[in-house]
């Protein structure tokens, strides 16, 4: 059986493509974050620590975990 002529790399080429995808939505969804508490909608930070900042955070690491798994 042949491994294609390129190794089947059509394989990485969408799981990188679904990568790709998942990131511009976090990047859509943080420019909205940061809109909101530039514009005064929310705060960039509390003093219980909440607010844009920690929104910002738990994004991307629910993001890079749908992406490179997590626990």
Known sequence: M?????????????DSAEAIAK???AIG???HIIDWSESGDTVRRRDDGSG???DLYDLWVK?????????
């Open 2 to 14: 042949s491994g294609g002529r390129w190794g089947y790399q059509s394989f990485r080429i969408k």
């Open 23 to 25: 990131f511009i939505e």
């Open 29 to 31: 969804e943080s420019e």
């Open 52 to 54: 844009a900042e920690r």
């Open 63 to 71: 993001t890079f975990d749908s992406v490179y798994g997590g626990d």
